[in-house]
C-alpha cells in the first residue's frame, strides 16, 4: 500500500438511525493525528504514521462487528478509538501498549473527577476500548490490559427537560403556522415546489406581521410536521423519520391512526397512534395530520412510501437529524429566534417534545399508562422522564415557600396569603380538570386542605417552645407537607 496514497477501499459506508448515509474513513489511521480525508487526498500537512496493519485490522474488526451491530454503534466505536489515537499521537505514545492504555484511561477519569466528562462518557470510553482491543488480532494480550482500570457507577444522566408552558406558548403557533401556511400554498401549486432549488420558487410566510420568503419550503414543511408530531405522539427521532404512510382509504372521517415502527434498541416493532383519546388532544391536531397526509401523497404515492420526506429539484431524500439541526441553526435563528424567560435560546427538539408529552400524561394518568404512551417501561419513566423543568420547579418551591411566609406574617389562610401575593395556584384535581396539552398552570402542591388544623397546633407549640411566637400559626413544616394527608 503506497504511504502517500489514498485507498477508496479503506471506506466503510454506513446509515445512522436517523437516515443519514456516512463514511468511515480508515486512510486516516495511517497518518499522524487522524488528519481529515481532504488533506489526506491533497497530500496536504500529512505525516505518514506506519502503522497499516492497525488501519487494515481495526477495519476487518468493524465490519465483523457490524454483523451484529447497529451502524450508530460501529459509528461511535470508530470516533472513540480515532479520538483514542489522536490523544496518543499528541503525546508520541504507540497506542498499542498496556501502559499507554491505561494512562489514557486514568487521563479520562481525571477528566470526570474534574467535571470535563460525564461519567456515562468515561464508561463508553472504556468499554468501547475493551471490544475493540478483545477482537483485534495484533496483540493477543491487549484485551487483559484494562482490567485494572478504574470503574465507577453511571450516576450524572440528566434528562431531556420538558419545554415550560411560556415555551410551548411561543413554539407552537409558530410550527403550526408554518406547516399550515406552507402546506396550503404547497398543494396549490406542487410541481413548482418540488422542483424548486435552494435559491428559487421560495414560499411566503406571515409571522407577526411580516412576510418572509421560505425556500426549499417542502424541507421546512415537513421538519415543521416532525416536531408536531413529536410533541402529538411523544415518539422518538428515529420513529417518527422512519413511519410509513397509513393505509387508509377513508381517513378523512376517520379520527384515529396507526402507524408501525421499528424500535431499534428494544428491538421490537410499536404502534405511533395520533388521534382523539383521553389526553385531549384538539381537533387542529386531526386537521394537521389530515393535511400532512395529502401532502406526503402528493410528493410519494407510491405503496408503503414514508410519511416524512425531503424534497428538491425533484429529488426526495429521507428527513434526517441534519435537515433538523440547520432548521434551529440556520432557519430559527437567523430569521426567527425564541427566547425562553430566563433569556437563553430556545431549540426545537424531538427529546424535548417527548418529555413534555410525558409530563402532560403523568398529570393526567398513572405512571403505567404513561410507560404505554412513550413505549418504555414504568423504570425507564420514572429515570428518564419524571424530573420535571428546573425551572418550573423553582418557581413553584418559591411560590410555595412565599405563600407560607406570607401566612406566617399574616395569620391568613393559604387563600388570603394568595390574594396578598398575587400568586394563582390551582389544586391538583382542579388542575386535571382544566389541563389540556397547550394550557397548563402549575401544580406546585403548596396548597393545604387544612391550614390551621391539629398539624398547625402540633406546629405552634413547637414554636413556642422556643419562645419564637406566642399566637396561634397556620403549619409552616414544609418538610412534613410531604406525605401528608392534607396536602393536595
Known amino acids: 500500500m503506497s504511504p502517500n496514497k489514498w485507498q477508496e477501499e479503506m471506506c466503510l459506508k454506513l446509515r445512522s438511525g436517523a437516515n443519514t448515509t456516512h463514511y468511515l474513513d480508515f486512510n486516516r489511521i495511517r ?30 474488526v468493524l465490519s465483523m462487528l457490524r454483523l451484529e451491530k447497529s451502524d450508530a454503534t460501529i459509528s461511535n466505536y470508530y470516533y472513540k478509538f480515532t479520538y483514542y489515537l489522536k490523544w496518543c499521537d499528541s503525546l508520541n505514545m504507540l497506542p498499542i501498549e498496556q501502559s499507554t492504555i491505561q494512562k489514557f484511561c486514568m487521563h479520562c477519569y481525571e477528566r470526570y473527577r474534574l467535571g470535563e466528562l460525564k461519567s456515562s462518557a468515561y464508561i463508553t470510553f472504556t468499554s468501547t476500548l475493551k471490544v475493540i482491543f478483545s477482537n483485534l488480532e495484533i496483540n493477543n494480550a491487549s484485551e487483559k490490559w484494562l482490567n485494572n482500570i478504574v470503574i465507577i457507577p453511571n450516576n450524572d444522566t440528566q434528562p431531556h427537560e420538558p419545554y415550560t408552558s411560556s415555551d410551548l ?18 398543494l396549490a401549486s406542487p410541481e413548482k415546489y418540488i422542483a424548486a432549488s435552494k435559491k428559487s420558487s421560495p414560499m411566503f410566510f406571515e409571522w407577526k406581521g411580516k412576510t418572509h420568503k421560505v425556500y426549499l419550503p417542502v424541507n421546512k414543511m415537513m421538519i415543521a410536521a416532525t416536531f408536531l408530531l413529536a410533541y402529538y405522539t411523544y415518539s422518538n427521532t428515529t420513529q417518527i423519520l422512519n413511519l410509513r404512510r397509513p393505509k387508509s382509504a377513508g381517513y378523512k372521517n376517520e379520527n384515529w391512526y396507526v402507524m408501525s415502527a421499528f424500535k431499534r434498541r428494544a428491538f421490537k416493532v410499536i404502534n405511533i397512534e395520533i388521534g382523539e383519546h383521553h389526553i385531549d388532544i384538539p381537533k387542529y391536531c386531526i386537521d394537521f395530520f389530515n393535511t400532512l397526509l395529502d401532502v406526503s401523497k402528493v410528493i410519494d404515492n407510491s405503496d408503503d412510501a414514508p410519511l416524512i420526506q425531503a424534497c428538491w429539484e425533484n429529488k426526495k431524500a429521507p428527513l434526517n437529524n441534519a435537515f433538523l439541526r440547520d432548521f434551529n441553526s440556520i432557519f430559527i435563528k437567523k430569521s426567527f429566534p425564541i427566547y425562553d424567560s430566563t433569556g437563553k435560546e430556545l431549540r426545537f427538539s424531538v427529546s424535548r417534545f417527548r418529555a413534555t408529552g410525558s409530563f402532560i400524561s403523568q398529570l393526567n394518568s398513572n405512571e403505567i399508562e404513561t410507560a404505554l404512551l412513550l413505549n418504555n417501561t414504568p423504570r425507564t419513566v420514572r429515570s428518564h422522564y419524571s424530573e420535571g423543568n428546573k425551572l418550573e420547579n423553582n418557581i413553584m418551591m418559591q411560590q410555595a415557600a412565599l405563600i407560607r411566609a406570607e401566612q406566617a406574617k399574616s395569620l391568613s389562610s393559604i387563600d388570603k396569603a394568595k390574594e396578598n401575593l398575587d400568586i394563582k395556584v390551582l389544586k391538583y384535581e382542579e388542575l386535571q380538570e382544566q389541563l389540556s396539552p397547550q394550557i397548563k398552570q402549575s401544580a406546585h402542591g403548596s396548597y393545604c386542605a387544612n391550614p390551621f388544623g391539629e398539624q398547625s397546633k402540633k406546629f405552634s407549640k413547637k414554636v413556642s417552645s422556643y419562645s419564637l411566637h406566642e399566637s396561634k400559626l397556620a403549619c409552616a413544616n414544609l418538610l412534613s407537607c410531604f406525605g401528608c394527608e392534607h396536602q393536595v
Open 31 to 60: 497518518f499522524n493525528g487522524i488528519p481529515p480525508t481532504k488533506r489526506i487526498r491533497d497530500l496536504k500537512g500529512i505525516e505518514f504514521a506506519h502503522r497499516d496493519d492497525l488501519a487494515n485490522e481495526f477495519q476487518k
Open 169 to 186: 406558548k411561543k413554539m407552537l403557533p409558530f410550527l403550526r403556522s408554518l406547516f399550515k401556511q406552507t402546506a396550503k400554498q404547497f
